[in-house]
């Protein structure tokens, strides 16, 4: 299982999830199609689902362009999400596969939105597991409490993320560890200096994920 992050629009992350075996992919978030077909393009694979996090824009906004582009992709989306473009809505614990090798798990992950799906994925032994989070887990952070409580989100980031296996990569919608220590008014000194040392890197580096699964 091979993994692409693809920048989209101001902070955002859509992601290519390709099957080595077949060459076929699944993206994640693709919000800005035509970026997206050219990354295909240049890896030569063959874009056969959409697997969309929740309903807003910057995230589902570009379902209805990737459908046009190819009339046969498959679009994921949580069944009470209202997914735009959605052809196939799934609910915790709907399992599909996508080329030889990789299967895919969808976790109801509500909060951020009421519907929203975290999608767990594996493929073949000595492969890395990874869980694609959109607006809920983010690196060191989560996402805003649009649609639920904070009781929602306990469940869906200590219970349903929290028990993944712990070498599970976290991809996640945003990079937005450089909004965070600003913001921070945690309950320990360290904490607050873990906070600064992800402040630093995310200076050094365009990115930080993948992160991991460590609650």
Not at 3 to 24: Q, R, W
Not at 52 to 81: C, R
Not at 152 to 158: A, D, E, G, N, T
């Amino acid at each position: 299982m091979q993994i692409l992050h693809i920048p989209c629009l101001e902070d955002n992350y859509s992601y290519l999830i390709i099957d080595e075996a077949t060459k076929e992919a699944a993206v994640v978030d693709p919000v800005e199609p035509h970026k997206i077909l050219r990354v295909a393009e240049e890896n030569g694979v063959h874009l056969k689902l959409v697997l969309t996090t929740h309903h807003h824009w910057d995230h589902a906004g570009g379902n209805d362009k990737m459908k046009q582009l190819l009339p046969d992709i498959e679009i994921f989306g949580g069944s009470v999400d209202n997914v735009q473009g959605c052809t196939n809505k799934v609910e915790n614990g709907d399992r599909f596969s996508l080329g030889a090798d990789i299967s895919i798990l969808s976790l109801h992950t509500p909060c951020h939105t009421k519907g929203h799906i975290s999608y767990y994925v594996t493929a073949k032994e000595g492969d890395v597991p990874a869980v694609f989070t959109g607006d809920t887990l983010f690196v060191a952070g989560c996402g805003k409490f649009f649609e639920g409580t904070a009781e929602q989100m306990y469940q869906s980031l200590c219970t349903t993320l929290g028990s993944l296996p712990k070498p599970t990569q976290v991809y996640c919608g945003h990079e937005r560890m450089r909004e965070y220590p600003k913001n921070y008014c945690g309950p320990s000194r360290r904490e607050g200096l873990v906070f600064l040392q992800f402040h630093q890197l995310s200076r050094k580096n365009s990115r930080l994920t993948p992160s991991c699964v460590l609650i």
